[in-house]
C-alpha cells in the first residue's frame, strides 16, 4: 500500500546538525533493553563526538541503544540551541550547561504541543474551535521564544493542561464522525493484547498501554492515540491513516511493515524494514 509522505513543519523536525546534542547530553537513561549502559542527566553520551554527531549513530540498535532510534525532539534541540541560547554551546561556555539542559525537557514539551495543535487546525471538524486552537498555537509558540530563565520558571504541567483540554475536544468532534458506538480504552491496560483484525475506528485510546499488543490488521481509522505506549505493538497491516495524534516516537517504538497504512505526516521507520 502506498502513499506520499508529507513533511512535517519544519521548525517541528529535529534538526541534528543545529542542535548541540541535547538529547544525548541532557536526558538520563538506564541500562535496560533500550539502552546498553547508565547514563546520568547532564552527563554527555560516551557515543557523543567533539563535533557534536553520534559515533555509532548507523549501529545504534546494533550496539544496544535502540531507545536512542526512537526518540524524537519535535525540533525543540535546535530552538534551545539556536534561539534561546543563541548558538552558544555548551562545551564553549560552561556556565550554560546546567541552564541549557533543564530548559531542553521543557522545550519538549511544548514542541510537542505544537505538534499536535498544528495537526488539530488541520483537521476539517475541529472548523467550530479554529479560533481557540489558533490562539493556543500562537500561545505555545510565543512561550518557545521565551528567554531561558522564564522557560525554567514556566508551569508547563499548567499549560499542558490548558492544552489538553481543547485536544480533548478535537477528539471528540472528530471520532465523531464515526458511526455506532466506539471503544474507550482511555489510560486502559492492554499490554500483550490479543487485538488482530479489531475494529478501533474512533476508539479513544488516549494513554493506553499497548506495549507488544497484537494490532495485526486492525483498523485504527480516527482513533485517538495521544500518548499511547505502543512499544512493541505489532502493527503489520494494521491501517492508521486517519489516526489522531499519533507522534513518530510513538511509532518508531513499534514494529510495523510494508502493508503498514500510515498517516502521510509521519515516516516508516527505517527498521520496519
Request: proline content about 4%; glycine content about 6%.
Amino acid at each position: 500500500m502506498t502513499q506520499q509522505h508529507v513533511a512535517r513543519p519544519t521548525d517541528l523536525q529535529a534538526d541534528c546538525a543545529n542542535c548541540f546534542a541535547l538529547c544525548c547530553v541532557a536526558l538520563p537513561f538506564a541500562r535496560s533493553a533500550d539502552f546498553a549502559v547508565d547514563k546520568d542527566a547532564g552527563q554527555p553520551c560516551t557515543n557523543l563526538q567533539a563535533d557534536f554527531r553520534c559515533g555509532i549513530h548507523t549501529r545504534l540498535r546494533d550496539k544496544g541503544f535502540s531507545g536512542c532510534t526512537v526518540f524524537d525532539c519535535f525540533g525543540a534541540g535546535q530552538k534551545v540551541s539556536r534561539v534561546t541560547f543563541g548558538g552558544q554551546d555548551w562545551r564553549q561556555a560552561p556556565h550554560t550547561a546546567r541552564q541549557m539542559f533543564d530548559v531542553f525537557p521543557v522545550m519538549r514539551q511544548l514542541h510537542e504541543l505544537l505538534w499536535y495543535l498544528t495537526e488539530a487546525l488541520t483537521l476539517p471538524q475541529t472548523r467550530p474551535i479554529h479560533a481557540d486552537l489558533r490562539r493556543a498555537l500562537d500561545n505555545t509558540d510565543r512561550l518557545t521564544r521565551n528567554s531561558a530563565e522564564q522557560l525554567a520558571d514556566l508551569d508547563i504541567a499548567a499549560h499542558r493542561a490548558d492544552i489538553n483540554a481543547l485536544l480533548l475536544r478535537t477528539s471528540e468532534l472528530v471520532r465523531a464522525d464515526v458511526p455506532g458506538r466506539k471503544r474507550n480504552h482511555r489510560g486502559a491496560d492492554l499490554i500483550g493484547a490479543q487485538l488482530k483484525g479489531a475494529d478501533l475506528r474512533g476508539a479513544n485510546l488516549r494513554g493506553a498501554y499497548l506495549i507488544a499488543a497484537d494490532l495485526t490488521g486492525a483498523d485504527l481509522r480516527t482513533a485517538d492515540l495521544i500518548g499511547a505506549d505502543l512499544r512493541d505493538a505489532n502493527l503489520h497491516g494494521a491501517d492508521l491513516n486517519g489516526v489522531i495524534f499519533l507522534t513518530q516516537p510513538q511509532l518508531n517504538a513499534a514494529r510495523g511493515d510494508a502493508t503498514t497504512n500510515l498517516p502521510p505526516t509521519l515516516a516508516r521507520p527505517a527498521h520496519w524494514r
